[in-house]
């Protein structure tokens, strides 16, 4: 696509429950990554992606997040026993990770997780 | 792993002054330093960035300068218009294996006043 798409852009979810965060990534970005944004707050690196594999887990707060890209697109941001203070805008960003040269990071609008 | 600081976390001023904002950066390993501005509700966008081999950039009226050496990057912005005003992160990336990680400092945000 021409940018990065975040679905959705809004998500309400009750405490404990499981939610599931998309990102479709811009076609043939190796190189995807995952970020939180609490209100106030830069962006905080929870994951990154390199084709199918974690390359760089070490973001990631606890275990009850995940993230998987199956087929080196489309990333899937997994939360289990949402917490209220998991609340907050996830960003996702892609960029053509074979490029030995920095920057070319694009950025999706995000999804605004809300936990009640 | 990197840490990024960033100063001041709100800044004001009048149309058409300057505005200048400070990072700084634990990582001597660190060699891109971009700038992003984010508006309320909105992704952030690239506006400027930097990379360890040059010391200072500028693109109209905003420009960045490095000190490799101090481990500080900051942000001018010259000729402010009330459109300027939004919320803007510094970041610092060093490479790792096959790509480059950002992190980010907590951001400024800046009010224009007309």
């Known amino acids: 696509g021409a940018g990065v798409s975040q679905t959705p852009s809004n998500k309400v979810t009750e405490k404990g429950k499981y939610v599931e965060l998309r990102c479709d990534p811009i076609?043939?970005?190796?190189?995807l990554y995952w970020y939180r944004q609490s209100l106030g707050q830069g962006p905080e690196f929870l994951i990154y992606f390199q084709g199918t594999g974690a390359a760089d887990d070490s973001g990631l707060p606890n275990d009850r997040f995940f993230a998987v890209r199956p087929e080196g697109s489309v990333s899937t941001l997994k939360i289990q026993r949402t917490e209220r203070g998991d609340s907050a805008v996830y960003l996702c960003?892609?960029?053509?990770?074979?490029?030995?040269?920095?920057?070319?990071?694009?950025f999706g609008s995000g999804t605004r997780l809300t936990v009640v | 792993g990197e840490n990024v600081e960033q100063h001041p976390s709100t800044l004001s001023v009048q149309e058409g002054d300057s505005a200048v904002i400070k990072c700084t950066y634990s990582d001597s390993a660190s060699n891109y330093f971009p700038w992003y501005k984010q508006e309320l509700g909105k992704r952030p966008q690239l506006i400027i960035d930097i990379r360890s081999n040059v010391g200072e950039k500028k693109d109209q009226r905003i420009a960045v300068t490095l000190n490799k050496t101090a481990k500080h990057f900051s942000l001018h912005i010259t000729e402010t218009q009330p459109e300027d005003s939004a919320v803007y992160f510094c970041a610092a990336a060093a490479r790792m294996d096959s790509s480059y990680k950002l992190i980010f400092g907590s951001g400024t945000r800046l009010l224009v006043r007309p």
């Open positions: 076609s043939g970005h190796t190189a």
């Open positions: 960003a892609s960029r053509l990770g074979t490029s030995r040269a920095p920057g070319g990071y694009t």
